[in-house]
């Protein structure tokens, strides 16, 4: 039981590039997001699914998107990235409702 | 539209003192209220769920419904209580987790 398995942890990009961050959880968890956390900012939410096929938008979902084709995984992709998406991204599931989630060990993105 | 505010972005404090982190919210309906923290470089790790009232590592929080608040204690901090601490709200059954810009805790020995 690996828990939230997130990959790459370190990725340096140039501007206009693009990637996929992957996440992947064994717990069978329903619920999946994707956070970026940014100093004095808290985290904010990117994008989030409530299930397999099922994919909604958070707080900040310009220049992300996000598909869920199966229940384990949950990828992220930076369409062109750019400066201002440098951050520390967190992939987070949890089971259901009344229970917390469990968070990814994160990806630092910096983007030149 | 839901939002959690902590006043403090640093909170130090001496070993053995009580602690305090201040988290207040907004939202118009039942929300399930949680404490996560983040030690350095490390995942965010679940402290406490406002639904389960337990205690965990000597903290404890209590939500208070009238004052919108959910404030994190421990009457005795130890240096290893030095992190990143997060409020965050979900409303009830939902998966848009909000969360607090953070409180570091500095447990000074």
């Known amino acids: 039981n690996a828990g939230v398995t997130q990959t790459p942890k370190f990725q340096v990009l140039k501007t206009g590039q693009s990637m996929t961050l992957q996440c992947a959880q064994d717990?069978?968890?329903?619920?999946m997001s994707w956070y970026r956390q940014d100093p004095g900012m808290g985290l904010r939410l990117i994008h989030y699914?409530?299930?397999?096929?099922?994919?909604d938008q958070g707080e900040v979902p310009n220049g992300y998107n996000v598909s869920r084709s199966t229940t384990e995984d949950f990828p992220l992709r930076l369409l062109s990235a750019a400066p201002s998406q440098t951050s520390v991204y967190f992939c987070?599931?949890?089971?259901?409702?009344?229970?917390?989630?469990?968070f990814g060990s994160g990806t630092r993105l910096t983007v030149v | 539209a839901q939002r959690v505010t902590q006043p403090e972005k640093l909170l130090s404090v001496f070993k053995g003192a009580p602690v305090e982190l201040k988290c207040n919210y907004s939202?118009?309906?039942?929300?399930?209220l949680f404490w996560y923290v983040q030690y350095s470089r490390q995942r965010l790790q679940l402290l406490l769920r406002?639904?389960s009232r337990e205690s965990i590592k000597g903290f404890t929080a209590d939500l208070n419904k009238g004052e919108t608040s959910f404030h994190l204690k421990k009457p005795f901090a130890q240096e290893e209580d030095s992190a990143m601490y997060y409020c965050?709200?979900?409303?009830?059954?939902?998966?848009?987790?909000?969360f607090g810009g953070g409180t570091r805790v500095l447990v000074k020995p």
């Open positions: 699914s409530v299930g397999a096929g099922i994919t």
């Open positions: 406002h639904i």
């Open positions: 965050a709200l979900n409303k009830a059954a939902g998966n848009k987790l909000t």
């Open positions: 717990m069978n968890h329903e619920y």
């Open positions: 939202y118009s309906g039942s929300p399930e």
């Open positions: 987070a599931s949890r089971i259901g409702a009344d229970y917390g989630y469990t």
